[in-house]
């Protein structure tokens, strides 16, 4: 039986009409448009101005189950002939998909970039993980460093979005940011974690959309820039008196790492291991957050 689950010319499984030559062989919808001058792949017979429909076996396999094309990645769902194509477009094992949300720890939320459109990944993310989407026309994203360290402080553990990993590691930040209103201009996720137990905040920024190359931006190259910056002149202070709670505490700032603006697939691998880490201690112990100009820059540029 396996044998005829199968076209035998495009091996794909038939999920339309299944036909055959005089000879009997069979041939998917697909095949027969495209076969050499009318003749049968197999035995050369000219399938002749009536095709023959092969309705024994269309209904056999009608009654057979099929796996995933995406099996051998993980998919265990059995599926009827006509829906494989249908299903393996949008099956969370399609290695030409990327389950962001997943790969953030959002452990419940299936949503896949690489055939949404812009307006779709903005949608999603502003009402699946509270994460507003802002226009940035100078390419500059200002974080208030109060934002970064406020969920540091909480007792609880804190997420910045129901769903979303628990325990030790949680996010802390996300942004979708673009120089761009209009549909084509470039989408760039701000995204950071916390891990606790390593005393680590972790940042990254992924372009999650581009106008180039469509679904997946690969021709455009970006560089983002992120600067923990402390503005001196803002410190809380209470005029000729030492600063009660700056005083004698260590400025390290600014401090700024440059990465790539890393495109959805490599995001993959970074994702695990994403390479810019900031101490907590540090921020801690520097008091970033307590004075209004503390902020994270991002700062995203052409490569
Ligand atoms: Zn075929
Ligand atoms: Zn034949
Ligand atoms: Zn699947
Ligand atoms: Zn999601």
Redesign the pocket.
């Known amino acids: 039986m396996e044998n005829f689950k199968t076209?035998?010319?495009?091996?794909?499984v038939?999920e339309e009409n299944i036909y055959q030559c005089f000879a009997g062989h069979i041939?998917?919808h697909?095949?027969i448009l495209k076969v050499h001058e009318g003749l049968c792949p197999q035995c050369r017979i000219p399938y002749g101005s009536t095709k023959i429909r092969s309705l024994i076996l269309e209904q056999i396999l009608d009654t057979q189950q099929f796996n995933c094309k995406f099996k051998n990645f993980g998919c265990e769902r059995i599926l009827l002939r006509k829906e494989v194509t249908k299903h393996g477009k949008f099956c969370f094992y399609n290695p030409n998909l990327v389950p962001l949300c997943e790969l953030m720890g959002y452990k419940k939320c299936n949503f896949l970039l690489g055939l949404v459109s812009r307006a779709e990944i903005i949608a999603h993310f502003e009402n699946a993980h509270n994460c507003s989407f802002k226009c940035v026309p100078k390419w500059v994203l200002v974080i208030p460093g109060s934002v970064l360290m406020e969920p540091l402080s909480r007792k609880r553990k804190a997420t910045s979005s129901p769903g979303g990993p628990t325990g030790t590691i949680y996010n802390i930040l996300h942004a979708l940011v673009s120089p761009d209103q209009t549909e084509t201009g470039p989408l760039f996720l701000v995204y950071g974690k916390v891990d606790k137990s390593a005393g680590l905040i972790s940042l990254l920024c992924i372009q999650i959309w581009g106008p180039e190359s469509c679904p997946y931006p690969s021709v455009m190259m970006y560089k983002a820039e992120m600067t923990l910056t402390r503005d001196m002149a803002s410190l809380p202070s209470t005029s000729s008196a030492p600063n009660p709670i700056l005083n004698n505490v260590i400025n390290p700032f600014p401090i700024t790492w440059k990465l790539l603006a890393y495109r959805i697939k490599e995001a993959v691998s970074i994702l695990k291991s994403i390479p810019v880490n900031v101490s907590i201690r540090l921020l801690e112990e520097s008091r970033f957050g307590v004075s209004i100009g503390d902020s994270l820059l991002v700062r995203i540029t052409r490569a």
Not at 7 to 12: D, E, L
């Open positions: 076209c035998p010319i495009c091996f794909q038939p041939i998917c697909l095949c």
